[in-house]
């Protein structure tokens, strides 16, 4: 259980694994690896959604959902 779920995803699911797990097993790099995750790369992909979602604000403008 755990990490092991991403072993599941098509094509990368192998090297996904390594990357999260810090190696072949599960590892004490786990939850530093985990916490990194949560703590810079989410944040960081929020905000460059956020960036582009406002950017296509400006560049399309608002319009009415209907």
Do not use: D, E, Q
């Not at 599941?8 to 790099?29: D, H, K, M, Q």
């Amino acid at each position: 259980m755990g990490v092991n779920f991403v072993k599941y995803v098509p094509f990368i699911g192998n090297a996904l694994f390594l990357a999260v797990a810090g190696g072949p097993s599960i590892g004490a790099a786990t939850p530093s690896r985990f916490l990194a995750v949560h703590v810079w790369f989410l944040p960081a992909a929020l905000l460059g959604r956020l960036g582009l979602h406002f950017l296509m604000i400006r560049r399309n403008g608002i319009t009415a959902p209907y």
